[in-house]
C-alpha cells in the first residue's frame, strides 16, 4: 500500500464549477499537509498549507483535513481555465520536512473546459 | 521577490558520466531540499541541507550526492549516470512553512 494515494485523473469539469481533489494516506505521524499546482514544464507551487484538522481558506481555494479518517481535500471554487493543471497533495511529520521529507501523490490533472 | 533559481534548465549526458546542478534558494531560506520527478514514481525525496549539514536523505544510491554553501546555495551530483536517471530534479527552499521550489533541471540520459 502505497503511504498516499491520489486519482490521478484525469479530472474534466466545465468553467465555473466547483472541483473536489482528495488524498488519502496511511502514515498517522503526517501532521503537515500542503497542496501544490504544477503547470507543464514548472515546478510546484505551493498552494495551501494547513496544520493538524480542519478546514483552511484563501480565496478560492478550501483545504480540508480529517486525520480520524486519513483523508485530505482540495476545493476550488469558480473554476477557471487557468486552473487547469496537475496538483499535488504532500504532507510529512515536521513542519521542515522531516526525515524522509515530504511524501507526495501523484498528482492528479485537472482540466477546465471553457 | 526572487524566487528558488535551478540551472541548467536543461541537460543531455551520456550514461556513466557525472553531472552537477546548482540551486539558489529564496534569500533568507537556509533549508534546501532536492527531489527527483519522474512520470511512473512521481516526486522522491533526494536530500536536504540546512546550514550547510545534511539533516535528512531519502533512499537513494550513493552516486546522488550534494552540498550546501555559506550563502545557502546548493548543489547536488549525480556520478555514473545511469538511464533511470532521467528525470526532472526539483530544489526546494523553506523557511519553515512548506516548501518553494524551482523550476528544476530536466536531465535526459541517453
Known amino acids: 500500500q502505497k503511504e498516499v494515494e491520489q486519482d490521478p485523473g484525469p479530472l474534466s469539469v466545465p468553467e465555473g464549477a466547483i472541483v473536489s481533489l482528495n488524498c488519502t494516506y496511511s502514515?498517522?505521524?503526517?501532521?503537515?499537509f500542503m497542496w501544490y499546482r504544477q503547470y507543464s514544464r514548472k515546478g510546484p507551487e505551493l498552494l495551501m498549507y494547513?496544520?493538524?484538522?480542519g478546514n483552511k481558506e484563501d480565496g478560492r481555494f478550501t483545504a480540508q483535513v480529517d486525520k480520524s479518517s486519513k483523508y485530505i481535500s482540495l476545493f476550488i471554487r469558480d473554476s477557471q481555465p487557468s486552473d487547469s493543471a496537475t496538483y499535488l497533495c504532500?504532507?510529512?511529520?515536521?513542519?521542515?520536512?522531516?526525515?524522509?521529507?515530504?511524501?507526495f501523490g501523484k498528482g492528479t490533472h485537472l482540466i477546465i473546459q471553457p | 521577490k526572487a524566487g528558488v533559481t535551478q540551472t541548467p534548465r536543461y541537460l543531455i549526458k551520456t550514461r556513466g558520466q557525472q553531472v552537477t546542478l546548482s540551486c539558489s534558494p529564496i534569500?533568507?531560506?537556509?533549508?534546501v531540499s532536492w527531489y527527483q520527478q519522474t512520470p511512473g514514481q512521481g516526486l522522491q525525496f533526494l536530500f536536504e541541507?540546512?546550514?550547510?549539514?545534511?539533516?535528512n536523505k531519502g533512499n537513494f544510491p550513493g552516486r546522488f550526492s550534494g552540498r550546501q554553501f555559506s550563502n545557502s546555495r546548493s548543489e547536488m551530483n549525480v556520478s555514473t549516470l545511469e538511464l533511470g536517471d532521467s528525470a526532472l530534479y526539483l530544489c526546494?527552499?523553506?523557511?519553515?512553512?512548506?516548501?518553494?521550489f524551482g523550476s528544476g533541471t530536466r536531465l535526459t540520459v541517453v
Open positions: 526546494a527552499s523553506s523557511r519553515g512553512q512548506g516548501y518553494t
Open positions: 502514515n498517522s505521524a503526517f501532521q503537515y
Open positions: 494547513t496544520y493538524s484538522s
Open positions: 504532500a504532507m510529512s511529520d515536521d513542519s521542515g520536512g522531516g526525515a524522509d521529507g515530504l511524501t
Open positions: 534569500s533568507g531560506h537556509r533549508s
Open positions: 541541507y540546512f546550514s550547510e549539514t545534511q539533516r
